[in-house]
């Protein structure tokens, strides 16, 4: 590329002169005629309009791809972080039962959501914790139960698009499919009763100890998972209901239960 | 407004594509960087959690 301008926006650059010179009478003829306010007006118009679809485009990019990356990324080293933590003593003491907000629970498997599938859960619902690709554990407008509790509800809920979207195939679930919670000395096996397919975002009752809207009426050992339907948007929100099936102790080898092999 | 950047970028066409390219770059940094997550929570896509009225996004 020489240094001589062979550019033609370089040429209309320097027939046009200084930014100023933009009478009409200096316009003698040919292209180098310039276009009035209107024109030009209506121009700048137009590349806002393409800004504008760009701008939305890359929120779209930045949504559904970017966030995923990050949050799988997050979500992958405080996973390695809790295996480690867990497999560090050998036999210690019972593990802490009591957890702040922000640690790491265990793991979330689901078969009908995929082989292999896999889901940090921490305490907390806020979008922090859930921008990090997790399923958070309801700490309001209820306070979960925990797995091990004598009875109450252990609702999650994880994103359906973006940051993970951990729980974009929760609509596949249907009763009896398995769902294994791993904490470090147990899984715990649910099996899914019930779907609510769509509900309002204020309909917290879902999440009660005893769901309401469910066929539970009595005080259980239940398990909730929410996240927002339809796909790509949070007008609603679905949720699924399981009980409690048995708990299996983890072995040396971490052996899976039934339901995972 | 991108012929006016065009023809501010200084040197040739290469040098100018260089320029042009980084600060494309430079802007989809700030955007993914800063703009973006700020943007986020004030857009209802990723609410999912179900919460009172009160309650902020989840």
């Given at each position: 590329?020489?240094?001589q301008s062979t550019d033609p926006l370089d040429g209309l650059a320097d027939e046009t002169g200084d930014e100023n010179g933009d009478g009409p009478a200096d316009a003698p003829a040919g292209r180098s005629a310039r276009r009035?306010?209107?024109?030009v007006a209506l121009g700048v118009f137009g590349e806002l309009l393409i800004t504008?679809?760009?701008?939305?485009?890359?929120?779209?990019?930045?949504?559904?791809?970017?966030?995923n990356v990050q949050a799988d990324r997050s979500a992958d080293l405080a996973s390695d972080k809790l295996r480690s933590a867990w497999s560090a003593p050998p036999s210690a003491a019972p593990p802490a039962r009591t957890y702040a907000a922000g640690d790491g629970v265990g793991f979330l498997h689901v078969p009908a959501m995929g082989a292999g599938y896999q889901v940090l859960i921490r305490m907390g619902t806020d979008a922090d914790t859930l921008a990090e690709g997790v399923a958070g554990v309801y700490e309001t407008p209820y306070r979960s139960a925990m797995p091990w509790d004598p009875s109450g509800n252990f609702a999650l809920a994880a994103h359906?698009?973006?940051h993970g979207a951990k729980f974009h195939d929760?609509?596949?679930?249907?009763?009896?499919?398995?769902?294994?919670?791993?904490?470090?000395?147990s899984w715990y096996v649910y099996r899914v009763d019930e779907t609510l397919p769509e509900t309002s975002k204020y309909d917290t009752g879902v999440v009660a100890p005893v769901p309401e809207g469910s066929s539970y009426h009595s005080p259980g050992r239940y398990i909730t998972l929410t996240t927002c339907t339809p796909v790509y948007t949070s007008r609603y929100r679905m949720a699924v209901w399981g009980s409690l099936v048995r708990v299996d102790p983890v072995d040396a080898a971490r052996t899976p239960p039934a339901e995972l092999r | 407004m991108y012929g006016w950047i065009w023809r501010h970028l200084p040197g040739n066409t290469l040098v100018r594509a260089v320029l042009a390219l980084l600060l494309v770059l430079g802007v989809v940094y700030v955007l993914f960087q800063y703009v973006f997550p700020w943007a986020e929570p004030l857009l209802p896509f990723g609410d999912v959690t179900v919460d009172g009225p009160e309650g902020g996004a989840g």
């Amino acid at each position: 590329m020489s240094q001589q301008s062979t550019d033609p926006l370089d040429g209309l650059a320097d027939e046009t002169g200084d930014e100023n010179g933009d009478g009409p009478a200096d316009a003698p003829a040919g292209r180098s005629a310039r276009r009035g306010p209107a024109m030009v007006a209506l121009g700048v118009f137009g590349e806002l309009l393409i800004t504008l679809g760009l701008l939305l485009a890359l929120f779209a990019v930045y949504s559904l791809w970017w966030t995923n990356v990050q949050a799988d990324r997050s979500a992958d080293l405080a996973s390695d972080k809790l295996r480690s933590a867990w497999s560090a003593p050998p036999s210690a003491a019972p593990p802490a039962r009591t957890y702040a907000a922000g640690d790491g629970v265990g793991f979330l498997h689901v078969p009908a959501m995929g082989a292999g599938y896999q889901v940090l859960i921490r305490m907390g619902t806020d979008a922090d914790t859930l921008a990090e690709g997790v399923a958070g554990v309801y700490e309001t407008p209820y306070r979960s139960a925990m797995p091990w509790d004598p009875s109450g509800n252990f609702a999650l809920a994880a994103h359906r698009d973006g940051h993970g979207a951990k729980f974009h195939d929760l609509d596949a679930l249907k009763p009896g499919d398995a769902v294994v919670v791993e904490t470090q000395d147990s899984w715990y096996v649910y099996r899914v009763d019930e779907t609510l397919p769509e509900t309002s975002k204020y309909d917290t009752g879902v999440v009660a100890p005893v769901p309401e809207g469910s066929s539970y009426h009595s005080p259980g050992r239940y398990i909730t998972l929410t996240t927002c339907t339809p796909v790509y948007t949070s007008r609603y929100r679905m949720a699924v209901w399981g009980s409690l099936v048995r708990v299996d102790p983890v072995d040396a080898a971490r052996t899976p239960p039934a339901e995972l092999r | 407004m991108y012929g006016w950047i065009w023809r501010h970028l200084p040197g040739n066409t290469l040098v100018r594509a260089v320029l042009a390219l980084l600060l494309v770059l430079g802007v989809v940094y700030v955007l993914f960087q800063y703009v973006f997550p700020w943007a986020e929570p004030l857009l209802p896509f990723g609410d999912v959690t179900v919460d009172g009225p009160e309650g902020g996004a989840g």
